[in-house]
């Protein structure tokens, strides 16, 4: 099976450099654009792409970006609660720059700094990363997209690189790059990356 991993394109709260966690904020024009240019790439890069099946969380700018890369209608994607994005409790929607130095310090370096209060932890991020994957593994599809966010992401992308720790945190995921893997047999290679 060849799974994409993407991140949703932009947001409004993206652009005012604001935390977006489980706020359903939609795509701007910018992240439809986005979007839009990377489904371009892929079909220019792979032509005939298809995608057996499109994935994406349940929040709308996930929905929305999935629609658009995979090229199917919203109401084709299928939602799964395992993909949301990390739950930034009361950092949600604050700026990027005013966060603290306990946020922005696990936010960096997770493997070494704690969670704040109120913040989802790594290990609870990995547990359903990990379960989705296995979940979609036993599929029979051979093509996924599946359209996530930037800190679940890290943890999908740890699951496919075999890392023991179940991270692989830098860099961070822009909007609507593509992540491409292999998984067969319990084994998993990366492939290639598409950036805008």
């Known amino acids: 099976m060849i799974i994409y991993l993407t991140r949703h394109g932009q947001t409004n709260l993206n652009k005012e450099h604001l935390m977006q966690g489980r706020t359903d904020e939609p795509l701007n024009d910018t992240g439809r654009e986005q979007a839009r240019r990377m489904r371009k790439i892929l079909m220019?890069?792979?032509?005939?792409?298809?995608?057996?099946?499109?994935?994406?969380?349940?929040?709308?700018?996930?929905?929305?970006?999935?629609?658009?890369?995979?090229?199917?209608?919203?109401?084709?994607?299928?939602?799964?609660?395992?993909?949301?994005?990390?739950?930034?409790?009361?950092?949600?929607?604050?700026?990027?720059?005013?966060?603290?130095?306990?946020?922005?310090?696990?936010?960096?370096?997770?493997?070494?700094?704690?969670?704040?209060?109120?913040?989802?932890?790594?290990?609870?991020?990995?547990?359903?990363?990990?379960?989705?994957?296995?979940?979609?593994?036993?599929?029979?599809?051979?093509?996924?997209?599946?359209?996530?966010?930037g800190g679940i992401l890290r943890t999908l992308c740890g699951y496919l690189d075999d890392r023991k720790n179940g991270l692989s945190w830098r860099p961070k995921p822009k909007n609507c790059e593509v992540k491409v893997y292999e998984s067969a047999k319990g084994s998993h290679r990366f492939i290639e990356s598409f950036h805008l």
């Open 44 to 149: 220019a890069s792979h032509p005939g792409l298809h995608f057996d099946a499109v994935y994406s969380s349940t929040l709308d700018r996930a929905i929305e970006t999935g629609s658009i890369i995979g090229g199917v209608g919203r109401e084709e994607v299928i939602t799964d609660e395992r993909l949301i994005e990390t739950d930034f409790g009361r950092y949600e929607k604050k700026n990027y720059l005013l966060l603290g130095p306990a946020m922005t310090l696990y936010w960096r370096f997770p493997e070494v700094f704690k969670t704040p209060a109120t913040v989802e932890t790594t290990s609870s991020m990995i547990g359903r990363s990990v379960s989705f994957l296995k979940e979609l593994e036993q599929k029979d599809y051979q093509c996924v997209l599946v359209a996530a966010h």
